[in-house]
């Protein structure tokens, strides 16, 4: 077990739909990062914040919209969903930013029909 | 940009034999770190092994040492008597960015590894 969890762990909704992906990090780091792992892209980082702030966007959609709130959970929004979306979203954490190991979560799994 | 290559889809091994799991990476930057996490059919992503552009001895944890050659510009994974918990997918994976500042990590494509009893 990372200390890193994620919920829910399954989730299926329609292609329009909104869903929202939620990590909580480890006790005392500072740093979310979300990545996006399907079959056709590999495993792909999203956006990462730390302490509260936005220090790095990745692959990201514009559908796709996350935050980390002054308690460091962090949250992913994904909207306007299409089947291409489905996918493992995996969050990870590490204590700060630089050289730290980043742990991740056991990932949400989102299909989309 | 940075990559990261692993040319071996899959690999199958006894078990109590050692393995190797090949990673390339192509780099600029002369700080960066290399990462090994296993990830088995159960989903998650397990971290492994680190190691630094700058160290200078190869990294080890337990059944796990990382064989770096950095004028080769590769990062292989070796793990010692393999068992069959080992069975699983690998990633190779390289943190780009500034050592002070934003990073993220560039995963290669992966290695499925089975362990044969």
């Known amino acids: 077990d990372s200390g890193v969890t994620q919920t829910p762990k399954h989730l299926i909704t329609a292609t329009g739909q909104r869903v929202t992906l939620r990590c909580s990090p480890r006790s005392g780091d500072l740093s979310v990062y979300w990545y996006q792992q399907s079959l056709d892209q590999g495993l792909q980082f999203l956006i990462h914040?730390?302490?509260?702030?936005?220090?790095a966007k990745g692959n990201i959609l514009e559908r796709f919209s996350a935050q980390q709130f002054p308690d460091l959970h962090s949250e992913l929004n994904l909207s306007s969903l299409e089947l291409g979306d489905s996918a493992l979203y995996f969050c990870?954490?590490?204590?700060?930013?630089?050289?730290?190991?980043?742990?991740f979560g056991p990932g949400t799994r989102l299909t989309v029909l | 940009a940075q990559k990261i290559t692993q040319t071996q889809p899959g690999m199958f091994v006894q078990e109590k034999e050692a393995v190797t799991l090949d990673c390339t990476y192509d780099?600029?930057?002369?700080?960066?770190?290399l990462f090994w996490y296993k990830q088995p059919s159960s989903g998650e992503m397990i971290f492994l092994i680190y190691q630094g552009s700058y160290d200078q001895q190869n990294a080890t944890e337990g059944r796990y040492s990382l064989n770096f050659q950095k004028a080769r510009k590769s990062a292989n994974l070796v793990i010692s008597a393999s068992q069959l918990g080992d069975s699983a997918m690998y990633f190779c994976?390289?943190?780009?960015?500034?050592?002070?500042?934003?990073?993220?990590?560039?995963f290669g494509q992966g290695t499925r590894l089975t362990i044969n009893p």
């Open positions: 780099t600029s930057d002369p700080s960066y770190g």
């Open positions: 990870a954490s590490s204590v700060g930013i630089g050289t730290d190991t980043q742990y």
């Open positions: 994976a390289m943190r780009e960015g500034h050592r002070l500042g934003a990073q993220k990590l560039v």
């Open positions: 914040y730390y302490n509260g702030e936005e220090r």
